[in-house]
């Protein structure tokens, strides 16, 4: 590990800082918060001050804490839908490109269905239909991004179902699941792993745009997103509150972008 960061570009060492730092901050929320999540300290729309450093919300809430607690909820839950999401799409595009037949036109065509429609306009239908809760919320996105992952995995697996050594796999006799595991992911890792990366920004992205819309996380639990919606109005009295958030979204999504550069590289076997 060392070695590998001292490898490293300075962008992609500034981006895990960044992400580093993020990801400290929501796991330690409760510790260095000033106040709680939901906590109401003054009136509303407070200027910053030194009991409040980046002043109150619309209901008189620290913005401060909210944005601490924000990291953990948002950067969490986008963790845990690119988990789903990848895993399940991963699985999916390596056994039918191992599989091949039927299957593998069954599981095409499907996906081809799902990403013919484009994301935001199926979450917002999906979620007019389930109701927007976080488990819902996770479950729709999750959906959503099987399909892109499936199609990459599938691809870079059938660069390697091909090969010798996994010929020689099977005529020893080893089941799917062992040539999944043993001789086709170990060749993709790589890939698979920036294209984590990849999916990442685009739900963290995602939730932040559908908490922004009013359905995704839902108060009063913290979110980035929402956040800028809460105090967006604050921006036509030249206060930049609202463009915290804002920028910590942002700067988040370039934080990751530039750590995913780097994997690309590593993993096109470039050395300049």
Partial sequence: MVKLLKSAPPTAIAGMIVLFAVLLTG??????????????????????????????????RDMLSRMIYGARNTVGLALLTTGIAFSVGAFLGMF??????????VLSRMVDVLMAVPPLILALMLLAIVGPSIPNMVGVIAVIYVA?????????????????????????????????????????????????????????????????????????????????????????FGDITPLIPAGAIALLTIAINLIVDWMLHRASGLKS
Avoid at 96 to 105: I, M, P, Q, T
Avoid at 162 to 185: K, M, N, S, W
């Fill in 27 to 60: 796991i330690l929320a409760p510790l260095v918060s000033p106040y709680g999540e939901t906590q109401v300290v003054g009136g509303a729309y407070q200027p910053w001050s030194r009991a409040h450093p980046l002043g109150t919300d619309n209901l008189g």
């Fill in 96 to 105: 039918a490109a191992l599989r091949s037949g039927w299957l593998d036109e």
């Fill in 148 to 236: 892109p992952v499936y199609r990459l995995a599938r691809a870079a697996a059938m660069n390697v179902v091909g090969l010798d050594f996994v010929e020689a796999a099977r005529l020893r006799g080893e089941g799917t699941f062992r040539l999944l595991r043993r001789e086709i992911l170990p060749n993709i890792g790589s890939t698979l792993i920036a294209e984590f990366g990849v999916r990442f920004c685009f739900v963290f992205l995602f939730i932040a745009a559908l908490s922004f819309l009013g359905i995704g996380i839902q108060p009063p639990t913290a979110d980035w997103g929402s956040m800028v919606k809460e105090n967006a109005t604050l921006i036509t």
